[in-house]
């Protein structure tokens, strides 16, 4: 049963242009979220969150948007850069209990210069 | 300002050993989760545990699998006698809060033999 989905293995954007993940999810329990960027070897690195009193986050070229009726959120990444490149995990968690975080399967981004 | 340390980096063990992966949070960090990433897949929640007491522990194996967070000194994820369904890379993150992000180690790969 998977609560998370990012339904795109893949995204190829040009260098300069907009990237936009996707990430949808199940669970109405669900009130935070956060996007992760991950380079082989390496851990998750955090990017950014969002809370479900909140419809928009923003931190510099990185956006996240949440709309609760679809149970849908997005991440743009303006302008986006090669060093961008790398596998986006979106994430959920549940603040009351512990916030154990349900991870979606990722998105491999790939910034074309 | 160190991050989470995780160790060691790369683990072989052969079928029926134990396995122990260490994790020393952030500094001032308290809460400690544990996941899973089996290969082409999305973390996995495994346990959450907050100064000597384990609060969540439902995405951990009954058998073989336990993890500690004592008051002194790093966490540890103890596997015994594994198996070769083990290998994996296993994250340690760590919070302030439970409503702050959580921000992740560099992982432990195990590899059985």
């Known amino acids: 049963d998977q609560q998370v989905k990012q339904n795109s293995p893949s995204l190829s954007v040009q260098e300069g242009r907009i990237s936009i993940l996707n990430c949808d999810y199940t669970?109405?329990?669900?009130?935070?979220f956060l996007w992760y960027k991950k380079y082989p070897a390496e851990g998750p690195t955090f990017l950014i969150s969002?809370?479900?009193?909140?419809d928009k986050n923003e931190d510099g070229r990185f956006t996240v948007f949440l709309n609760k009726s679809a149970k849908h959120l997005s991440l743009h990444i303006v302008p986006s850069q090669p060093g961008d490149s790398a596998v986006y995990f979106c994430?959920?968690?549940?603040?009351?209990?512990?916030?154990?975080?349900?991870f979606g399967a990722g998105t491999i981004l790939r910034v074309k210069s | 300002n160190a991050g989470v340390m995780q160790n060691p980096r790369h683990l072989v063990r052969r079928r029926g050993q134990e396995a122990r992966l260490r994790c020393s949070p952030v500094k001032g960090h308290s809460h400690v989760y544990w996941y899973r990433q089996l290969p082409e897949e999305g973390l996995k929640f495994m346990v959450y545990?907050?100064?000597?007491?384990?609060?969540?522990e439902s995405g951990m194996p009954k058998e073989r699998f336990s993890a500690e967070f004592p008051k002194e000194g790093p966490s540890i994820l103890r596997i015994q006698q594994v198996v070769r369904g083990d290998s994996a890379a296993y994250f340690c993150a760590s919070s302030p809060e439970v409503t702050q992000p959580q921000h992740f180690g560099d992982g432990t790969r195990l590899s059985i033999l």
């Open positions: 669970n109405s329990m669900f009130d935070y």
């Open positions: 545990l907050q100064k000597e007491n384990i609060i969540d």
């Open positions: 994430a959920a968690g549940d603040m009351e209990y512990g916030n154990k975080l349900v």
């Open positions: 969002i809370s479900s009193i909140k």
